[in-house]
């Protein structure tokens, strides 16, 4: 019979998806891969990192410092947008805030417009429908001046007895 294929594959550690000749690669969660984080978390974790680079400096831990630097650089290379700086970072938040108000004051200024506009288009409308009732009552006292009396139905009606 055939070999056991059980016997060939290496039992891998929790939480590893797949091993691939001695590099493990983690179990997918698309969950988690899909959410963006915010430029406030993402300030945050910039500046954690910051810190942790500089205690590493102080440490004199050059070597993992090395590492980082080529990783990064390695992203960089592939395509992966590097949202890292600090500096770069507080720019962005305070140019999304100055769109934000700037949005802000356009919608209000937009609805005081559309507000007047409609408040005006009332005001006409309501002069209109007016004017057009008055014409009409004009009209028909005009009319009932014209009409002649027909004998037997004009005037009130009287008692048979």
């Known amino acids: 019979g055939a070999p056991a294929a059980s016997s060939s594959v290496?039992?891998?550690?929790?939480?590893?998806?797949?091993?691939?000749?001695?590099?493990?690669?983690?179990?997918?969660?698309?969950?988690?891969?899909?959410?963006?984080?915010?430029?406030?978390?993402?300030?945050?974790?910039?500046?954690?990192?910051?810190?942790?680079?500089?205690?590493?400096?102080?440490?004199?831990?050059?070597?993992?410092?090395?590492?980082?630097?080529?990783?990064?650089?390695?992203?960089?290379?592939?395509?992966?947008?590097?949202?890292?700086?600090?500096?770069?970072?507080?720019?962005?938040?305070?140019?999304?805030?100055?769109?934000?108000?700037?949005?802000?004051k356009e919608w209000k200024a937009r609805l005081s417009t559309t507000a007047k506009s409609q408040a005006d288009k009332q005001k006409s409308r309501t002069e209109n429908l007016a004017a057009r009732g008055t014409k009409g009552k004009s009209k028909a006292n005009k009319r009932k001046e014209i009409v002649k009396k027909r004998a037997g139905f004009e005037g009130a009606a009287k008692p048979l007895n």
């Open 10 to 104: 290496v039992p891998a550690e929790p939480g590893v998806g797949t091993v691939f000749n001695r590099v493990a690669v983690p179990k997918a969660e698309p969950w988690k891969a899909k959410r963006k984080l915010s430029d406030a978390q993402l300030l945050a974790h910039a500046e954690e990192a910051a810190g942790k680079m500089r205690q590493r400096k102080a440490e004199g831990k050059s070597e993992e410092l090395g590492i980082e630097v080529w990783q990064k650089a390695l992203e960089k290379a592939g395509g992966v947008k590097q949202k890292d700086d600090p500096s770069l970072l507080k720019k962005a938040m305070k140019r999304k805030e100055r769109q934000k108000k700037k949005s802000a």
